[in-house]
């Protein structure tokens, strides 16, 4: 099933252009695919980025941390 699709008009470096679309041009790759194919691509990696370091923010804290049973006993008071 074909999602929605919508235009995307952004300016990017003409090398930049050129490089990817002979890139696509040579493996037989839709130039839209990629383009978006490489976008939702960086969006995870920076979103992973950001989990890591909240992760590392969380570990600082763990010396902190309740038991889980001592929580819940105290919860169902």
Same mark, same amino acid.
Request: with cysteine; proline share 1%; hydrophobic share 40%.
């Given at each position: 099933?074909?999602?929605?699709?919508?235009?995307?008009?952004?300016?990017?470096?003409?090398?930049?252009?050129?490089?990817?679309?002979q890139?696509?041009? /040579?493996?037989? $790759?839709?130039?839209?695919? &990629?383009?978006?194919?490489?976008?939702?691509?960086?969006?995870?990696?920076?979103? #992973? !980025? /950001?989990?890591? $370091?909240?992760?590392k923010? &969380?570990?600082?804290?763990?010396?902190?941390?309740?038991?889980?049973?001592?929580? #819940? !006993?105290?919860?169902? $008071?």
């Open positions: 099933m074909e999602s929605e699709k919508t235009t995307l008009a952004v300016k990017v470096n003409y090398a930049v252009a050129e490089r990817v679309k890139f696509c041009r /040579e493996r037989g $790759v839709k130039y839209g695919f &990629f383009v978006e194919r490489a976008i939702v691509e960086s969006l995870d990696r920076e979103e #992973l !980025k /950001e989990d890591l $370091v909240e992760l923010d &969380f570990r600082a804290l763990e010396s902190q941390a309740v038991p889980l049973d001592d929580y #819940l !006993k105290k919860r169902r $008071v």
